[in-house]
């Protein structure tokens, strides 16, 4: 951010990948050089969230709570919350960091990350790597590219990759549930089955996504069978604090604590996929806002991740039409402009 001084050069503001700022003034002989020693001044997280939390707490709720699934209507829709985590240990949090919600769409970096361990090349024959400009649970464009998804985030791409993974490591709730504890670190998270069965209750759409995926030859298994894995798999019930933590390992270039998740050529393919569809039809809007790789999910939660740096992740059940978190957005929007982070 360029500052004008009185007697002094045009000046900036940088931050370097360590999250130190320095000041740098533009010397007209010598060119970029620093001239304050702001070196070690680490950005405080916490700082920034508690501002954040105190901007917005005060406007919730705000937007329209997911109750095409009825069992998410009944959630408290002024809970707000931010968890992040940094590549060095780091932590901060507010709000209702450490309560656990339904996550949803997030699910399907985890489902991803699962079939991309296993079957890496398969997976792209199957499904393509496009922003879909359409909402996330949309019939008409899979008619028209003869059922194969535009990317592994929307319903149709996910229920595809959710098929791969069931052929793959047949009990395919199990699987998804012992990798998110090991990414988490969190022993105990679990399927809320009250969220499963009334998604399964209600879940035409993707019933008809299913069984016209099935139409073109793109499911290996029983559409029921990939529908029963694919609502628990959405109905992980997750804190913002071990959605962050379980995202780490894409900051960290695919490790996490006990060794590699994923190759780095992965991570970083995980991360430009979340960058262009992970928030579905907003994602134009998403990446210009927030400038960070992001995922989300209609329980309200929404993960963003900053190569090198950390993973966060904030909750704020309201939707917008789209099926974002309404708040949990723009406090995303408010965390890059205060930490000055992006990929960009
Ligand atoms: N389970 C939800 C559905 O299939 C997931 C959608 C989402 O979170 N965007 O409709």
């Known amino acids: ?13 940088v931050h370097d990948g360590l999250r130190k700022k320095y000041l740098y003034s533009f010397h007209p002989v010598t060119g970029l050089w620093p001239v304050f ?6 950005l405080n997280y916490q700082n920034i969230l508690e501002q954040i939390h105190a901007e917005i707490a005060p406007t919730l709720p705000q937007g329209q709570l997911a109750d095409y699934i009825p069992q998410l209507a009944c959630v408290d829709e002024r809970k707000f919350g931010i968890a992040l985590c940094d590549v060095d240990g780091g932590y901060a949090c507010v709000g209702d960091a450490d309560e656990r919600f339904s996550i949803q769409s997030i699910s399907k970096v985890f489902t991803l990350t699962q079939a991309m361990r296993s079957a890496d090349s398969l997976l792209w024959q199957r499904v393509h790597r496009e922003p879909s400009g359409n909402a996330f649970n949309s019939l008409v464009q899979l008619e028209v590219e003869n059922g194969i998804p535009r990317n592994p985030f929307i319903n149709a791409g996910a229920l595809v990759v959710t098929d791969i993974v069931l052929t793959q490591f ?19 998270v679990d399927y809320d089955v009250a969220v499963a069965a009334s998604e399964a209750g209600h879940g035409y759409r993707n019933a008809a996504l299913a069984y016209f995926l099935k139409s073109f030859g793109n499911l290996d298994n029983h ?16 804190s913002c604090a071990e959605l962050a933590r379980a995202h780490l390992f894409l900051a960290r270039h695919g490790k996490d604590k006990s060794g590699e998740v994923i190759s780095p050529s992965q991570a ?6 979340m960058l262009t569809s992970g928030t579905y039809d907003a994602v134009g809007a998403f990446a210009y806002n927030v400038g960070m790789p992001a995922k989300s999910g209609v329980g309200g939660g929404i993960v963003a991740v900053m190569p090198g740096m950390f993973s966060l992740c904030v909750w704020a059940p309201g939707l917008d039409r789209r099926g974002n978190s309404m708040a949990g ?6 965390f890059a402009q205060l930490s000055g982070h992006s990929v960009f």
Request: charged share 20%; hydrophobic share 45%; proline share 5%.
């Open 37 to 42: 020693a702001l070196s070690g001044v680490s």
């Open 170 to 188: 047949g009990d395919a709730k199990a699987a998804l549930r012992d990798f998110v504890r090991r990414v988490s670190g969190a022993g105990d």
């Open 268 to 273: 970083k393919a995980i991360n430009s996929l």
């Open 223 to 238: 559409p029921d069978q990939v529908l029963d894995a694919y609502f628990h798999h959405c109905a992980l019930a997750m």
């Open 329 to 334: 957005s723009l406090a995303l929007q408010r």
């Open 1 to 13: 951010m360029p500052l004008e001084k009185p007697g002094l050069h045009r000046a900036f503001l």
